[in-house]
Nanobody, 120 residues
């Protein structure tokens, strides 16, 4: 089983910065990719940024150029130039390859979430 623990959320003024971290623990900690999702009140959870084990990154348009995802021993999200619309609960995600070669699938793991609030 895999456990993910987020840290680094908080309250910041618009234009400020925060750094989120995600640490994985448990058995078999090899992942195909890791990423950050967020969910604002009344909205669906959305992908913010992801990174593959080969280092390929993806960002949603609204954070391109402001957020940077990285993955070494821990996975982190550096968030700069924060806006009130970035306010949400941010969730760490890890995607792990499973199953036999002839029938592979991916298993998603999630953290508990960390609140990010950006005041105007």
């Amino acid at each position: 089983q895999v456990q993910l623990m987020e840290s680094g959320g908080g309250l910041v003024q618009a234009g400020g910065s925060l750094r989120l971290s995600c640490t994985a623990s448990g058995r078999r900690l090899r992942f195909n990719s890791m990423g950050w999702y967020r969910q604002a009140p009344g909205k669906q959870r959305e992908l913010v940024a992801s990174i593959t084990s080969q280092g390929m990154t993806t960002y949603t348009d609204s954070v391109q150029g402001r957020f940077t995802i990285s993955w070494a021993n821990t996975m982190a999200l550096q968030m700069n130039s924060l806006k009130p619309e970035d306010t949400a609960v941010y969730y760490c995600n890890a995607r792990q390859g499973m199953g036999p070669v002839e029938a592979p699938f991916e298993q998603d793991y999630w953290g508990q979430g960390t609140q990010v609030t950006v005041s105007s």
